[in-house]
């Protein structure tokens, strides 16, 4: 899914990498608390090597699901201006009935190892996440990596929900097309969830489907014993229908790696939607400095002249009691002065910020752009192929039964 064909500056062309296994293991938790995980094997070796025909052993290290995710939430802070990759699901949603939603069972932990590997080379592969030594650390250094991560104090930099939830709904003029992403970016994850969901209603009528000829094949083989003439016939028949029935989980197991491919979309959705909130939040936070910034103005404006233009509590407070001295008017205005060249400064580095943002963060989407429609295609065309290879099984398990008939 992943293609591998971008600049040579990317760790991907420099480094083989790879999630080779995964290992149920035990173990206590930060409360001391007996618990089962699983641990992933991650290998690399140098491409240099590969390409001189060396085959050197790889490198190995063993992390938990959760050390991709504190990897990925560095990333997701540190560069808040890419879409970064999503991890794969934690625990397994859109299941038909019959599929495991235990995400100890052993065919979910391995598609999940293969989602994880994904995510690597998806980061390995990126013009800029590639560069970043917290991964490479993460990739090579099975000890004291954690230590490195929280050291640079992205924790702190982290955007809450409530400032990003309030700059939504209080922002005054935000980028139009960054509007328009984050629209586009709930419309994708409903039309990919909708999609998903409609499969998994389909894969349980299939499976139902498919398990029924199994009675085709009870029939026939059950007729057949007290049949001369037509015996042999019918028990092929029988033949042929109970190896269709079996069929089915091997299909239905082929369509869970198409289902995790469209998956990675409807969580992408949420990495497109996060880098346009960031942009509110900056613009958010650009205006509201501007306003504070006219505000002053205007205070040092009504200071200097004596000319109160709107309602205040100290021009009530003025004309009540009197003016204040000459000596406390001037400190007042030294430290508006102070706080207008602080806010100019702050305006400045904001707008400088917010640009910097629309700029890289733009760049980044239409790369996303290209790779999820070159991703969705590939995945959509190959899942009809799929379809339609299935559908000629059907067609030749009845022309075989045909064949049967035609010989009794």
């Not at 790889?58 to 560069?79: C, G, H, M, Q």
């Amino acid at each position: 899914m992943v293609q591998m064909v971008e600049e040579g500056s990317t760790l991907l062309c420099r480094m083989e990498i790879c999630v080779a296994e995964a290992e149920k293991r035990s173990g206590k938790n930060a409360m001391s608390m007996q618990e089962t995980f699983t641990a992933y094997l991650i290998e690399t070796r140098p491409m240099d090597a590969v390409a001189e025909g060396r085959n050197p052993a790889p490198d190995s290290l063993w992390r938990r699901y959760s050390e991709f995710e504190l990897l990925r939430n560095y990333l997701i802070v540190t560069y808040p201006y890419i879409v970064v990759p999503p991890l794969p699901e934690k625990r397994a949603e859109f299941v038909w009935h019959k599929l495991s939603a235990d995400n100890m069972d052993p065919d979910f932990v391995e598609r999940r190892r293969v989602g994880l590997e994904n995510f690597l080379l998806r980061v390995a592969l990126h013009p800029v996440l590639s560069n970043d030594k917290i991964l490479y650390h993460f990739l090579t250094e099975e000890h004291g990596w954690k230590d490195v991560v929280y050291e640079t104090g992205f924790q702190a930099k982290a955007d809450s929900r409530l400032r990003a939830l309030s700059a939504t709904f209080r922002v005054r003029n935000p980028v139009k097309r960054f509007l328009e992403m984050k629209h586009y970016s709930d419309q994708l994850q409903s039309h990919t969830s909708q999609l998903l969901r409609a499969r998994a209603r389909v894969a349980d009528r299939l499976y139902g489907v498919y398990k029924v000829h199994g009675n085709y094949g009870r029939v026939f083989s059950e007729w057949s014993a007290m049949e001369k003439e037509m015996g042999d016939g019918l028990q092929s028949a029988g033949h042929h229908m109970d190896a269709y029935a079996a069929s089915i989980d091997d299909i239905l197991e082929e369509e869970e790696h198409y289902a995790d491919q469209i998956k990675e979309y409807l969580f992408y959705a949420e990495s497109l939607r996060a880098v346009c909130r960031k942009h509110e939040l900056a613009q958010f936070e650009l205006e509201m400095s501007s306003q504070d910034l006219i505000s002053k103005k205007q205070q040092r404006e009504e200071l200097a002249t004596g000319i109160v233009r709107i309602f205040s509590l100290k021009g009530m407070t003025n004309k009540l009691f009197g003016q204040e001295a000459p000596e406390q008017r001037e400190a007042r205005l030294k430290l508006l002065e102070e706080l207008i060249t602080e806010g100019e400064e702050s305006v400045k580095e904001k707008t400088v910020e917010c640009q910097e943002h629309v700029e890289k963060a733009w760049v980044d989407m239409q790369r996303f752009k290209g790779q999820k429609d070159r991703d969705l295609r590939e995945a959509l065309i190959n899942y009809a192929v799929m379809q339609i290879n299935m559908c000629k099984k059907g067609i030749q398990v009845w022309s075989n039964a045909k064949e049967c008939f035609l010989k009794m």
